[in-house]
């Protein structure tokens, strides 16, 4: 609400940090989207990423593990970017 006329204000509302979203996925991914409001994509990021966690055994986690962490961060904060641009 403007202080002075008393007139609700567009754009505030439901905006998102892209900053607060990034250390979100870089802490455990998906936790960037599911702040973003991306509940499902948060979710299938989280079970794909415990799956690349359990394909480390098998070597192939030593690759898919870092892609998947990088994707979460990024996607976490462009998300975040253009909910608040509109």
């Known amino acids: 609400m403007c202080p002075k006329c008393g007139v609700r204000q567009i754009g505030y509302i439901g905006?998102?940090?892209p900053g607060v979203a990034a250390v979100l996925s870089a802490?455990?991914?998906g936790l960037g989207q599911i702040y973003n409001g991306e509940i499902g994509k948060g979710l299938v990021l989280?079970?794909?990423y415990i799956i690349s966690w359990?394909?480390?055994f098998v070597?192939?986690?030593l690759v898919t593990t870092p892609i998947i962490w990088i994707y979460g961060i990024y996607d976490a904060y462009n998300t975040?970017?253009?909910i608040n641009t509109g």
């Open 15 to 17: 905006q998102k940090n």
């Open 27 to 29: 802490l455990w991914v």
């Open 46 to 48: 989280m079970v794909v």
């Open 54 to 56: 359990v394909l480390i």
């Open 59 to 61: 070597f192939i986690g």
């Open 80 to 82: 975040a970017k253009e």
